[in-house]
């Protein structure tokens, strides 16, 4: 049988797509997103990357993106800065052409999936994936599969009220900006011993400390992987974080919590791929 899934990762500046066989990807390609183009443009400039990349030799394709899903219908509602990809059927548009199925979800949720079963989170029955880059997302596995609510929502801890803004505005890349700083630059101080940048990231690990209690006390998972670009830095502000766990009232729910940045390559096309793979029993996992 053939196993060879299409992971496609849409984000606002660029489109990756992959192959996956036997948990890795064999190939890949990326290219720009045209986010300011017509809707027809961009689906017809994803189906001909697809489609060079891949063929049609493939059992289905599965697809990250940011924003609301209607995950059933595969209909594409707010994506983050693609104004043009809104209530686009793109399940039916790609079934339609390749004949192959198709299933798409929030970036978050795909990082989850991905984790739970190619990465760090496959002896996990219940674990929670946070994407920290420019937002502040959260997929949630629970017994083993993705709870993703309504228009795949569930999760959006990064709007709850924090302080004087939102958790997305204290652990996510605007912690940074909002000190007129870029995160990767303040990563590459950092690591050449900056005591200034030290600082920054050992405020911004307290802040994500208490944005994780929030979680635990909600949902309680076993296992916590941290993705996205600024989980790159983990090693500095890792101490701050657990120090601010340490104050999570119920011990045992806190000592049996693992909490870890990912290190599996190519992630969010492994996880996307996985969407597909999670339907199909003897090609799953989990």
Not at 13 to 29: M, Y
Not at 148 to 158: I, N, R, T, V
Request: with cysteine.
């Amino acid at each position: 049988m053939n196993k060879k899934v299409v992971g496609v990762d849409i984000g606002a500046t660029k489109t990756r797509i992959g192959i996956v066989l036997d948990a890795q990807v064999i190939r890949e390609t990326e290219f720009p997103t045209s986010s300011e183009a017509s809707k027809q443009q961009i689906l017809d400039e994803l189906t001909a990357g697809i489609e060079e990349l891949a063929g049609t030799d493939f059992i289905g394709i599965g697809i990250g993106v940011p924003g609301l899903i209607d995950e059933e219908n595969g209909i594409l509602f707010d994506l983050l800065n693609i104004p043009a990809l809104k209530e686009v059927r793109l399940k039916e548009h790609l079934e339609q052409h390749f004949g192959k199925p198709v299933r798409t979800t929030n970036d978050a949720n795909v990082f989850a999936v991905g984790e739970k079963m190619f990465g760090e989170g496959k002896n996990f029955r219940n674990l929670v994936g946070i994407t920290l880059g420019t937002g502040f997302g959260c997929g949630i596995i629970v017994h083993d599969r993705l709870y993703s609510g309504a228009f795949s929502s569930a999760g959006e801890f990064g709007n709850l009220q924090y302080l004087d803004k939102t958790i997305e505005d204290y652990c996510s890349g605007k912690f940074f900006q909002q000190r007129g700083m870029k995160g990767s630059d303040v990563f590459e101080q950092a690591k050449q011993g900056n005591e200034a940048a030290l600082e920054l990231f050992k405020e911004y690990g307290v802040h994500l400390g208490n944005a994780i209690k929030l979680i635990v006390n909600i949902l309680s998972p076993q296992a916590i992987l941290l993705g996205g670009s600024i989980s790159e830095a983990f090693e500095f502000f890792e101490e701050s974080m657990q120090d601010t766990m340490d104050s999570f009232p119920f011990k045992k729910v806190r000592e049996q919590l693992i909490i870890e940045s990912s290190n599996t390559p190519n992630i969010a096309l492994l996880g996307a791929a996985a969407l597909i793979l999670a339907d199909q029993p003897e090609l799953a996992n989990f």
